[in-house]
């Protein structure tokens, strides 16, 4: 069976993994004749179109060049209206339409700041995922899906404040950068929510088998698509997402429940045959 072109790009080390590539062969699953080449240069465009306002180093002036091309000029901002729909979370869509949720409209700042060679990176900002763009002396916090608003410390406590409902402390190292692998981890945690919750078995399945690539040593991930292949009655696939899981973590306190499961599926494939 052919490697899917995200397993295959999630193989090298995070450092080497392009951001924008991993995102756009994430979205094949749900949109197979995407052209990749197309979406890097609209990409591409985007920071010509930067890169005209020469801000300098500053990473205040490089912020404002940055909101000023995508939010003034590009109108990228957050779908408020329909923020659980699953478009949101694939870039193509995000960068056809626009709008986006915070991770994939980060995504696309963060991408057209690499063109540049600017420090941009991503904040796994606990419950909304933030901007952070820096120079030698400071930073700046900024919110893509609220038209890319530059966000204080006090603006940062609020958002934590409204979105874990005061049970999580605010602190300062929930604005460090973290790196492309935790972004693709958190945008496919995003989707398997969505489709965990439409029940729609065929697409969780293959948002899994992406979580598998960018975390192997999760294993509840390979747990979790032998359930969804079982679901769909691939009990085939089931036992050897099961199996797999066994190689990869012979000593899990599960073993032995894990082991039973397995020979039950073993014994209705042989009852098939």
Known sequence: MRCHPFDLLLEMESEYIRLDCAALHLARD???QLNLDAYLARL???????ARRRPGLSATLRYEA???VLVGEYRL???QKNYHDPQNSYLNRVIERHRGIPITLAVVWIEVGRRLKWPVSGVAFPGHFLVRIDDPERFV???AFHAGRSMS???CRDVLEKQLEGKVEFSQTYLAPVDTRAI???MLNNLHKIYLGRNDLPRLANV???LIAVEPEQGRHLQDLAAVCYRLGDIRAAYGYLSLYLQRSPAAEDHAVVRRSLERLGAAIAARN
């Open 30 to 32: 749900v949109y197979p």
């Open 44 to 50: 591409d465009e985007m920071a010509a179109a930067v």
């Open 66 to 68: 940055l909101r000023d």
């Open 77 to 79: 901002t957050g779908n």
């Open 141 to 143: 916090i900024c919110d």
């Open 153 to 155: 410390y006090d603006d």
């Open 184 to 186: 693709l981890a958190r």
């Open 208 to 210: 899994l088998r992406r």
